[in-house]
């Protein structure tokens, strides 16, 4: 198990169809590959969905330590879609590409940390 900000991933290294025949569940089907709702049916294709669909509910064991927001039957917290909103943001913008480019080439001289120092430049202005 990993994660990066608010992204979690799992990847099981070595895994078998002997141990993971039967898997369903959040993580999808083992053998389809298919995300499934709680039915056991139902693919759901979208993964805001799926989170919201596996969400637990109060009659589910209790899996963590402590209770944290949002319980059921508020909504899961969705993670900002960095190719929507944040595009709009990005767009509305007061400092230019450019000025946000020769701020970071002061100090910056690679390509990509450029490129980074003014994606954050303007996501976080």
Known sequence: IS???????????GSTAEAFDN???????????????RDGA???DDFNELG????????DDMLFHDK??????????????P???LRRRLDESSISVEAAEAACSKTLTHKLDIKDCVYDILATQ
């Open 68 to 81: 944290a927001e949002p319980q059921f039957p508020k909504r899961c917290i969705v993670p900002e879609d």
């Open 52 to 59: 919201n669909e596996w969400q637990l509910l109060p009659a």
């Open 42 to 44: 139902t693919v759901v």
């Open 83 to 85: 190719r929507g909103e």
């Open 23 to 37: 898997t369903v569940g959040m993580l999808g089907d083992y053998k389809s590959g298919k995300t499934l709702g």
């Open 3 to 13: 994660s990066f900000r608010e992204f979690v991933s799992v990847d099981f290294k």
